[in-house]
């Protein structure tokens, strides 16, 4: 079928009249250097078609609000990680629209809660796959000329008609859902061929193969602008580490978390040699990166660690939603910014597709906004007054800095928090406040009712009704070294 392919802005950016022959060819390099006169002459806004921002996005998988050293955590260092904060923002405030793998990738890459089209759990990925009624991120830049690469954990549908390279990626190295790390399973290289092959390679370990892909697709780009989605299997379970990995913490007795801490390791020096990467090639001026976490830490099955935050992966409390998020442009975003803001996942399309020069059409109905604005400083408003939240039985509406929420774990009715005093969501307030528990629950159904049927339903989500309180396998360890990150 036929989808709505973003066109370029004809209000905001200038297109070049010359054919492709017409046109000089110009390497990454120069295209670098170009970006960088203009970040200096202040003209940056104005970016034409030749200078569009080649696009990074790091998804990691399962990682805790709390485990990144600008989080908070001394214990794992992320320097690589930490560089994206460090030259960018950190989002002190940043959730995802879903708090299990793949719906929260079917909202990063549409830009739409993934409710909308009942994307609402895993099983939806086994049953059709994303929804062929959605345009991906990576649909809408090919449109605008980018070349397309997905490198790691796809989770977004098997089936041969949703593999990445049917769904807007030129290119497709990794796993089509969740894997083991030495010994990957559903593997595809596209290289090859889209369909599945065992993996040969007895040193094969994910995290550094995937590293390895990304620097080498980077290497063979040219003059067009790129777009390169690196969803990271780490740190999902299984928990494997090479042992050179390993060897860097000698002081972690848990052996559990010492395999997540040499995992968090080897995918903070893969974002490295990828960032590394970009700045060899002259285009670090002219990338904008995120790095952005899928969910929240599952906590006691894999020592993640969500700080201060109440709950875990695969619930509606902050532990489930508020994840890593950081975002660098050098010359675009301010270096070392802290931004308070509630922003989320759904943001990242319109975000990139401002930055690209296109248009959002109002027919998409996207839920997420740009940010540019408002990160700059030129929009001192919320990117949102409301979010919301459903899976299965739980669900969540933030309205300001008010929370209603019903979550496994938590009561019998929905619980009210006041997050700007209470982040932790351990004062319900719903009893003191009864009018804005009707306000925000009034929000909700409103929302819920715009919102589509599961595709397909996993069985063991919806099963417990929200409030039955936490199964033991499901209830969160406390953590004796947790750090407790700023919030």
Known sequence: MTRNLITPSRTRFAADPRTAADRPRRGRAARGLAAAVL??????????????????IFYADDLGWGELGCQGNAQIPTPHIDSIAKSGV??????????????????LLTGRYPTRFGHEFNAAHHAGGLSQKETTLAERLRG????????????????PENRPTRRGFDEFYGTLANTPFFHPVAFVDSRQSDQVRPVGRKDFYTTDAYAERAVDWLDKQGEKPWFLYLPFNAQHAPLQAPKKY??????????????????LSAMDDAVGRVLDKVRQSGEEQNTLVFFIADNGGPTSSTTSQNGVLRGFKSTT???????????????????????????????????????????????????????LPYVSGEDSARPHETLYWRFGPQWAVRHGDWK?????????????????????EAKNLADAHPDKVRELQALWDAWNAQQAAPAAVDRKQTRDRAGRGERPADRP???????????
């Open 144 to 159: 605008l000329g980018y070349a397309t690469c997905c490198v790691g954990k796809w989770h977004l549908g098997s089936q």
């Open 404 to 424: 209603l929420v019903l979550a496994r774990g938590g009561g019998t009715t929905p619980e009210l928090f006041d997050l700007a005093h209470d982040v932790s």
């Open 317 to 371: 409390f902050e532990g489930g939603t508020r994840v890593p998020f950081l975002a660098s442009w050098p010359g675009r975003l301010p270096a070392g910014k802290t931004y308070d803001l509630p922003v989320i996942n759904l943001d990242i399309l319109p975000t990139v597709l401002a930055a690209a020069g296109g248009q959002v059409d109002a027919a998409w109905k996207l839920d997420g906004v740009d940010l």
């Open 39 to 56: 970040v200096a002459l202040g003209m940056a806004s104005s970016t034409s078609a030749a200078e569009k921002p080649n696009v990074l």
């Open 246 to 263: 390993l060897d860097r913490f000698p002081q972690i007795a848990d052996p559990q978390r010492k395999l997540f801490a040499a995992m």
């Open 477 to 487: 360890q406390r953590q004796r070294q947790a750090p407790r990150p700023a919030t």
């Open 90 to 107: 950190r989002f002190t405030q940043g959730y995802v629209a879903a708090t299990y793998c793949s719906p929260s990738r079917a909202g």
